[in-house]
């Protein structure tokens, strides 16, 4: 496969997630009135399918190396369409739930065993312009699916939104039976030995600088976390506008994104990867002061309100490339492990302020840009606390090596 055919190929596995967030959120308001439920519940349609998301992305990665990469992104396919079917046709809300699980267990392998795919055929500089490339077609997703899902909540209703989703998923499974190849041969291929995965996972899980590491980017995906988990009450209630005008939020948010990561993957192979990472950080800190001075002194507006969110999304797309390369290099011989603990730790994170930390924030735009500050303060904090370990580990092995 070309390089560009595989680009859009996994850009489209790793779409799957953020469309089965976003294109159902316009319909929040419906689905609570539906099935005669609190909104606070329909949140949860929300947190379990992140949860189940962030549990599964433990194990694809684990999957892919031991049975290859084309095989599992087939069976979790075929497995998000069947879910999507369901959810569509639920018939009540505890079904709707259960689908919605199912859902996310099986939608973040394309994000996971992707950046797997990319790191067996590229190294350094061309694995972080691969995965800005992906992450460029990607973020067309977001913008494009709460937008699609407001549409088509107002011409046929909420059920709509689970029937687009499966589509997708019949689309991409489609796809990659006939277009995508293995790229992990079998001789590099890892033993399925519950006792040698259990000893990998707690090589990995105690190791300070990858957890820190995963941790300072799952910290600064925090921000877009907090907007796409508030968006309906961010939207409707806090800039009063309609069930159709959610591209208000996205399409800035996701225009940042992919503004940010062309330039992550231009300047590749003239500047170093931890340049980038401060150079994203900086321009995240300016997004961050200038959404809490804005929203501490004026009452959230369009275009106003949602500029300083596009300014981070396009801080956090020129550093996030670079701080997965960073991260999952530190286990070059367990790449899919390193990339499903790394996602796992982003979802985690994702969930728990979807199921947490927004309902306590989104009623107030000055509220979300402090999450915003709290989220980038963490994440700043994480990452250099593992580049400080790590350059204490490197000094203590040169010590002790013999002269």
Known sequence: MNTKLLTIVLAGLAMIGPFAIDTYLPSFPAIAEHFAVAPALVQQTLSVYLFAFALMNLFY?????????????????????AASVGATLAP?????????????????????????????RF??????????NIMMVFGVAPAVAPVIGGFLHAAFGWRSTFA????????????????????????????FQASSIARNYWTAMRHPQFLLRALGAGFAFSAFALYISSAASFVMQVLHLPETAFGWLFIPMVAGMVIGSAVSGRLAHRVALPSMIRRGFAVMA???????????????????????????????????????V??????????????????????????????????????????????????????????????????????????????
């Open 286 to 324: 300016v997004a961050t002061l200038a959404n809490l001075a804005y929203t501490s002194q004026f009452a959230a507006a369009v275009p106003w309100a949602v500029l300083p969110i596009m300014l981070y999304a396009f801080g956090m797309a020129m550093a996030l490339p670079a701080m997965s």
């Open 92 to 120: 009540g809300f505890t079904w709707l739930l259960a689908f919605r699980a199912l859902q996310g267990a099986s939608a973040g392998s394309g994000m996971v065993i992707g950046q797997a795919i990319v790191r067996d």
């Open 326 to 403: 960073m991260t999952q290099g530190l286990f070059p011989q367990m790449r899919g492990l390193a990339a499903s603990l790394q996602n796992f730790v982003q979802m985690l994170i994702f969930a728990l302020v979807s199921g947490f930390v927004s309902p306590l924030l989104f009623d107030s735009a000055f509220k979300m840009a402090a999450g915003v500050a709290a989220g980038f303060l963490l994440s700043v904090a994480c990452w250099t606390l593992g580049n400080q370990h790590g350059k204490q580990v490197q000094a203590a092995d040169q010590a002790s090596s013999p002269a």
């Open 123 to 132: 190294q350094g500089a061309d694995a972080q312009r691969f995965i800005a």
């Open 61 to 81: 990665g684990t999957l892919s190396d031991s049975f290859g990469r084309r095989p599992v992104i087939l069976v979790s396919l075929l497995v998000f369409t």
């Open 164 to 191: 687009f989703m499966t589509a997708i998923g019949i689309v991409l499974l489609l796809a990659c039976h006939a277009c995508l190849r293995e790229t992990l041969p079998l001789a590099s291929r890892q033993a």
